[in-house]
């Protein structure tokens, strides 16, 4: 049944989305249009803050900062038994999502899935958020230049998720 409502979910609000815009006798095309421009207007808006972002996440992994700040920091991380093969991505998280992925994928391959360094990172990976990028993207889109304390917040959000992702995963399966 579930697998039927997942098949079917998409195409029925679709569906509903057109009979309200009918219902309603809302030109749809128009309010297409005036979206996708809305939406391109954005785009170019947030790509400089986007560039910039690419650029200093590149830059960071090429020059070895992520490999001398893991090591630099692996005592205080091992007070929280984080595994050292899941350290990167515990910077790498909040910074980019892509590459944390491919941190993700390198913990897999040498480690394994199952492993306390595989799920440590599947769970860490659930419970935290690309931090500069979400920020980078929606106060972009708005124009915010004081951001106040939203970084100094997610940051915290995403150290309390880190430190849970191992706590969870320890008191689950070892």
């Known amino acids: 049944m579930i697998n039927y409502f997942s098949i079917a979910v998409i195409p029925l609000m679709f569906f509903g989305i057109i009979t309200y815009g009918f219902m309603q006798r809302v030109k749809m095309f128009d309010s297409f249009l005036a979206g996708a421009k809305d939406g391109l207007e954005t785009s170019v808006r947030i790509l400089p803050s986007l560039v910039a972002l690419l650029t200093a996440i590149s830059m960071f992994k090429a020059s070895g900062a992520l490999d001398i700040l893991t090591r630099l920091s692996l005592p205080v991380l091992?007070?929280?038994?984080?595994?050292?093969?899941?350290a990167p991505l515990a910077f790498m998280r909040p910074i980019s999502g892509s590459g944390s992925l491919a941190i993700?994928?390198?913990?897999?391959?040498?480690?394994?899935?199952?492993?306390?360094?595989g799920r440590v990172a599947s769970v860490m990976m659930g419970s935290t958020e690309t931090t500069f990028y979400t920020l980078t993207v929606y106060f972009g889109s708005v124009n915010v230049k004081d951001t106040r304390y939203t970084v100094k917040a997610a940051l915290a959000a995403d150290l309390f998720g880190m430190i849970a992702s191992v706590w969870i995963v320890r008191m689950f399966f070892y």
């Open 78 to 86: 091992q007070l929280i038994k984080l595994p050292k093969e899941v």
């Open 104 to 117: 993700v994928e390198t913990i897999f391959k040498d480690y394994g899935p199952d492993s306390l360094a």
